[in-house]
Nanobody, 121 residues
Framework: QVQFVESGGGLVQPGGSLRLSCATS????????MSWYRQAPGKERELVAF????????EYLDSVKGRFTISRDNANNILYLQMNSLKSEDTAVYYC??????????????WGQGTQVTVSS
């Protein structure tokens, strides 16, 4: 069964950093593009970044470009999101899933619990 376990969130001050992890199981991780999403209160879930199966291609939401870095460890089936220079508008629950877009056929319909990121002074 496909599973995603997000971790690494927390409360940080503006300008701070966090590194999120997504531990995956139940599928051949290295053959899939992977993405990070986030959902703020009252907002729809939005795609933050994706990475190709071998990590050679990455794309980011405009508002996080230059601040966030998506990466993956194919040997251990883990997806990462390094978040620097955090802003209050980054506050959201962060999720991971397969695929490069929300409409990709590879997106697993059962999402993980997510990890809360709160940026506040």
């Amino acid at each position: 069964q496909v599973q995603f376990v997000e971790s690494g969130g927390g409360l940080v001050q503006p300008g701070g950093s966090l590194r999120l992890s997504c531990a995956t199981s139940g599928f051949p991780f290295s053959t899939y593009f992977m993405s990070w999403y986030r959902q703020a209160p009252g907002k729809e879930r939005e795609l933050v970044a994706f990475i190709s199966n071998h990590g050679r291609t990455t794309e980011y939401l405009d508002s996080v470009k230059g601040r966030f870095t998506i990466s993956r460890d194919n040997a251990n089936n883990i997806l990462y999101l390094q978040m620097n220079s955090l802003k209050s508008e980054d506050t959201a629950v962060y999720y991971c899933n397969r695929g490069a877009t929300p409409s990709a056929s590879s997106v697993w319909p059962n999402w993980g619990q997510g990890t809360q990121v709160t940026v506040s002074s």
